[in-house]
């Protein structure tokens, strides 16, 4: 199944890569074909959509980033981001506006989202690069309910 998933991925690849003019040229022995004709100049057109495109998306990266380290810095209560935080942070870029919008409305903060966003980052400190499943599980409850469970709870801090 993973060959033939990989097969298909590398030929749909190299079929992209193809180059679409001159790909019908056709070779004969006197020599190359005859140059092609340039294009109009009313037919040329340039873009600008690809860089500022690629700012945005800098920018929602930096803020993510910058929000994060202000946030694991604060002396009274360090933490990670909370989601909903998070997807704001990002919506720094209009792109990513409808996520911050999606994300406030299914899921707002409350004591349960910021009491998981303190475990996780205190397991993240002990345990860096650790496996976070458990602290995004317990993140759904305290989105879906309101609360953590006991369980949950103790669950979690015998993580760390």
Known sequence: MRKS???TILAA???AALPLSG???VFNED????PSKPPHASSTHKSHIGPWVVGCVMASA????IGTIVQANDSNDPRQLTINE???HSAVCPFFLPLALLVQSTCPDNKATYQVARLAF???RRHPGGNQSPFTNAYAEACHTGRLSHATRVYLRSLI
């Open 62 to 65: 930096g803020s993510l980033i």
């Open 23 to 25: 790909a019908n040229a």
């Open 86 to 88: 998070a997807a704001w």
């Open 5 to 7: 998933s990989l097969v």
């Open 13 to 15: 690849v190299a079929f």
């Open 122 to 124: 205190r397991f993240l």
């Open 31 to 34: 020599g190359p074909p005859p």
